[in-house]
């Protein structure tokens, strides 16, 4: 009744190009800070238990099927097919994939060609930084070149991704940086920075925001769960109010990412703010049969031209999978359940399946096919 | 089988006494800083929706019909008598209107007669102030004509209401500022001020507030959503518990008006101090086909005694519709819900119903039928 | 379908040992500051119409019969007979108790004989602390004492228990005071302390912390709500998360008990840290006919392997019956569901609702049927 033919997944990342054994799958199943607890499994979480449920059917396997003979079979195909099934098992047709994440990770152009699919580049802000650290020699050299690359970027990525809130918190002074402050920070960052040292000063973070900003490009900001390092209570996307309200109206848009356990806060920001957009998905592979209530709850103060889908997806074909069809599962059982009670026509419900899957995504990134 | 056959309002607006085409409508089905993002249409909200649903029949056309179709009939009929028919569709009984909003809204006594209901006065207490300063020439003169006039208010209105939540944040210092820091206070103010200025001072806000409790009229608080201007998270009704305490046996009931996103925190507090009162209401109009799950988050911790009713509605009448629909569908849907499961009985869930939706209001203000 | 035949209550207390009547009992059913408001009783609560659904079967009358009517036949039984009816109708096997509140409760043994179930003893820790200061004539004495008291306690009891989350908030400083600055707190502290009074400095609040992280016993902290005079604000376990990294890998388990409203922001520390593990139960007797769906939050992010069930019951043995039949009957409905709609396989639903009324905690606190 709501159908969703075509899915634009607006942030996530590539996959692993190893075989996994059932440790090595395990593992990318959570986000967490050390090994399982004794006695406990990654795959007793509610993703563990999606994986199972809409992954085993693509590979020719019962849903349900234990992990062991899931993964047994997975290594059968080997980890190219496998991928190659599970990707265009998924339903998503467009990938934006954020490539900052460390390790061996497919490339856009892979996963466009592993899963017959479009896909697109998001360039993320920090990873940028430390790169052009890596080589600049001086600090005007670093800030030249650091602008530099920000624009260079903004001509073949569709969007910015800034990890401020997971590396800092998102309580930034709303404001840019002066041009003193900027030299001051990157000078004392310069110094002492080593080789794989991470961006944390929160000077810097907000120079790379509003540089960013100036683009034009939509700039993406993580919110709520994420990093399993961040504190959840500094990731509220409410304290983002005052840094959306001094960008309203310079021509940019800023999708809140995740949003979980925050999504209201994310969705009344959507609400309130013309250039601020909420991101439904991720969240959905975290909490697996719980999905429709979450995103239900987004659905309540976002207007429904300011929601985007995502995965969130890293490592494992199948978490790009699970996301996409926890989303089509819950859209189709909310909506449609609104439409069973007479609060929402049917013809509604499904214009607005559609603009979340897919038009809106396609709208704020200028893709083909955007309404 | 839960039926509620008489509403008491106990937070509303008047409506607007001129026509409204497409634009002027939708502007009022939110609260946002800007217009709609490109692409995008205020109607394509749950608020949007639920006036699809809602009110169209009231005026004779099919619900969920086109806006324009909408309007088009809206004019038709004329902004009196669409505006009759819609508020005595409404099943509202007692409108309490805050008449402090800017702008050519109807007085109660307007409200009263175009619903053949009851209408009472609340009023804004930093509205007052603004109004005292305006006529007041010394500071001597200002806090003097202050006191006056909150208590020349307590004679005929039912409650004030403060918006020092959205003017400052609810994290206000919880004792009555000493009079040597208020007379401080209200010469910087007096003295920096420009017609139209509003009051963001705090301790001029928590001298009002302390005022209004002395009268002993019960003090209606914004808490969570309400401003769009306002940070979410400098409005969540925990931050009030030092000030609730310090309130505590005083003989004067605190309502938090809206509450969520933080209603549970709105419920918790209502649950743990006998003055304190938690509004379930303005939320579901926000929140539209999500109504009863908002609701249902109300019940968990709020006393059944402690729950008002309110719409929150402003500018439309099509808002009072929505607010009293929507409550009273989403408290059959959750109580009767409960009565199916065994988990409450019939006659209690009867009983807490009319509660809810009449009964409390009128014992808290003091209205006729009170219990 | 979903069968959980044997109950560890891994938190609560004992039960009121004197004949109650209607408002003796009537003030067990909150956590209030001050007598219900005029016109409202707490019967008319989740918690009220939970006990009224659940007890008067135990004790041979109608579910929701009138408070009064219930009230007398538990007094025609008497307090004894009427508590063992409950206690064995609760279906707990194993209660872990916190022995730590004044008054005249049952101790372990007690409650062990009059539910023909096991008991174990949770020690808490602030009071230990005091009742060490009761006897100790220096701060030498007291210092040496208390890590004695810990220690000893650890030989005998199944865990420690912490309220500093009420008694300060959880913002504390997450590494261990030094020894110059607890001998300078407790010099303080016992100086100016007068019999009676409650220990809240944080320097020995995290002191005993630490002293209990020692031990290697389970450390349990409350978190969200509990005691009503908390700030809500200052017990989400968020405020946890540095204390929670600071004791990562040192072999002690942390449980944060209670959780809501803050209990997503609970899973999700138990989902990231695999030494935290959080507790579903104490908020069910709250919530009462919400229980399935406050319950279904908690089973959002947290792995299954680290839900823990509770009755955080107190005064009577209603609260323990109804804490145990909400979680069983929520957990039968929400899992149930899960397999109905085929997001979960029978099997895998049936051995989580083991996990986590039982298992769970026998694997945690060493209790003999542990897996």
Redesign the interface.
């Known amino acids: 009744m709501i159908e969703t033919p075509s899915l634009v997944d607006q942030y996530c990342h590539g996959v692993l190009r190893t075989e996994l054994g059932l440790g090595t799958f395990e593992a990318q199943l959570?986000?967490?800070?050390?090994?399982?607890?004794?006695?406990?499994?990654?795959f007793?979480?509610?993703t563990g238990?999606?994986v199972?449920?809409w992954c085993p059917p693509l590979l020719g396997l019962e849903?349900?099927c234990p992990p062991a003979l899931y993964l047994a079979r997975r290594r059968e195909l080997g980890v190219l097919e496998a991928g190659r099934r599970l990707l265009r098992g998924s339903g998503i047709t467009t990938y934006l994939i954020d490539t900052s994440p460390p390790g061996d990770l497919t490339d856009p152009a892979e996963l466009a060609a592993a899963g017959d699919a479009e896909a697109h580049e998001i360039v993320r802000l920090e990873q940028l930084a430390e790169q052009v650290a890596d080589t600049s020699g001086t600090v005007e050299s670093f800030l030249a070149n650091l602008a530099e690359s920000v624009h260079g970027a903004a001509t073949h990525a569709v969007a910015f991704t800034s990890a401020a809130g997971a590396r800092h918190g998102l309580a930034l002074a709303p404001e840019p940086p002066g041009p003193g402050e900027v030299r001051g920070a990157a000078g004392r960052w310069l110094a002492a920075r080593r080789a794989g040292d991470e961006l944390t000063d929160p000077v810097l973070l907000r120079h790379l925001l509003w540089i960013a900003v100036a683009t034009g490009l939509p700039l993406q900001l993580h919110a709520g769960?994420g990093a399993?390092g961040a504190?959840?209570?500094r990731t509220?996307p409410?304290?983002l109010?005052?840094f959306v309200?001094a960008t309203?109206?310079l021509g940019t848009?800023l999708v809140l990412l995740h949003g979980?356990?925050y999504h209201?806060?994310a969705a009344?920001l959507a609400?309130?703010?013309?250039?601020v957009y909420a991101d439904t998905g991720a969240a959905l592979v975290?909490?697996?049969?719980?999905a429709a209530?979450?995103l239900?709850?987004t659905?309540?103060?976002a207007?429904?031209?300011?929601i985007l889908f995502s995965t969130g997806a890293q490592g494992l074909p199948e978490l790009h999978v699970v996301g996409a069809r926890l989303f089509r599962e819950a859209l189709g059982r909310v909506l449609g359940g609104?439409v069973a009670?007479?609060?929402?026509?049917l013809p509604?419900a499904q214009r607005?399946a559609r603009?979340l899957a897919e038009h809106n995504a396609r709208?704020v990134y200028g893709l083909e096919g955007g309404?």
Chains 1, 2, 3 share one sequence.
């Open positions: 959570g986000r967490t800070e050390g090994p399982p607890a004794p006695g406990t499994t990654l007793d979480t509610q238990f999606a199972r449920r849903p349900h769960l399993p504190r959840t209570d509220d409410a304290l109010t005052d309200r309203a109206g848009d979980y356990p209201r806060h009344h609400g309130v703010f013309p250039h975290r909490t697996g049969a719980r209530s979450v239900a709850e659905l309540e103060l207007p429904f031209g300011k609104w009670e007479g609060a929402w026509s509604d607005v603009m709208r309404l």
